[in-house]
C-alpha cells in the first residue's frame, strides 16, 4: 500500500523534535506501537523512506509522527523537519515489533520512547495504566519528549534520568544492569525496550542476567 497524505499541522515538542498531524486515509489501521516507512511526497524523494512511529490514539481521525532531527545527519528527518504544513508525505502499511501484552517495565531512550507514546495514550483513555512503569533516560532535561503528558499519565510511576547533566529532581545515570536491580522490584512482569541500538542491546543482555524471561522482552529486532 502507498498513500499520499497532506500535512495538516506541525508543533515543535522539544527543541529538536517535531510532531507531524496529517491526513488518515479512509480504512487505513495501525496498532498502538505500530510504525510505517514514510517518505517525503517530493520530486527524487519519493522511495526514500525511513521507518517512524505512530504517536496518535487508532480512535484519532488522522495520523502522527513525533519526529527527532539529528543535526548530524542531512537526510530524511532534517528535510522533513523543514516541511510545512499542507506539503505532502508518503506513507505505507503498517507494521511493528512493539505490542504491548500486560502491565509491566517501559524502559526508553531519547527517541525510542516513540512507540511508546501511542501505547501509553491508549491505555490512559481506558483507564487501564496501573502496573506500568517507564524509565525514561535523556541526555539533558531539555531532550524529555511529552514531559508534562507522561506524568500526567503515569504519576509516580515515570522516572526520568539524565545523563549528561545533573538537574533539578531528575535521576543521573546510566540505565544499566546495577540500576536495573536497584530499580526493578518483579523480574517477572513484560519489559518493553527501545532506544538506540548500543542501548537495546546492553539492556536486554542485562535483564537476561537478573533472570527475567526471555519471552517477556518486548523489542524492535
Not at 497524505?5 to 505500530?34: A, M, N, W
Not at 533516560?137 to 539524565?162: C, P, Q, W
Amino acid at each position: 500500500m502507498r498513500e499520499i497524505v497532506r500535512i495538516l499541522d506541525i508543533q515543535s515538542v522539544t527543541h529538536d523534535v517535531k510532531c507531524f498531524r496529517i491526513e488518515k486515509p479512509p480504512e487505513y489501521r495501525f496498532e498502538p506501537g505500530h510504525a510505517t516507512d514514510v517518505s517525503i511526497n517530493k520530486e527524487g524523494l519519493e522511495e526514500e523512506t525511513r521507518p517512524f512511529t505512530f504517536t496518535s490514539l487508532v480512535s484519532a481521525p488522522y495520523l502522527e509522527f513525533t519526529i527527532k532531527r539529528y543535526e548530524d545527519h542531512h537526510g530524511i528527518t532534517d528535510r522533513i523537519h523543514q516541511l510545512e504544513r499542507g506539503d505532502e508525505l508518503i506513507i505505507r502499511d503498517s507494521w511493528g515489533a512493539i505490542q504491548y501484552k500486560s502491565p509491566g517495565y517501559f524502559i526508553a531512550g531519547g527517541a525510542g520512547i516513540t512507540p511508546f507514546i501511542a501505547i501509553l495514550r491508549s491505555l490512559y483513555e481506558s483507564g487501564k495504566t496501573a502496573g506500568n512503569q517507564l524509565f525514561f533516560s535523556n541526555k539533558t532535561a531539555a531532550d524529555i519528549i511529552y514531559e508534562e503528558e507522561l506524568v500526567r499519565m503515569l504519576g509516580n510511576d515515570v522516572h526520568f534520568i539524565l545523563t549528561r547533566e545533573h538537574a533539578g529532581h531528575y535521576s543521573f545515570g546510566r540505565i544499566d544492569e546495577s540500576f536495573l536491580r536497584k530499580n526493578i522490584t518483579d523480574f517477572s512482569k513484560p519489559f518493553y525496550i527501545c532506544g538506540p541500538d548500543a542501548m537495546v542491546s546492553e539492556l536486554v543482555n542485562a535483564l537476561e542476567k537478573t533472570g527475567a524471561a526471555t519471552d517477556a522482552l518486548v523489542f524492535e529486532k
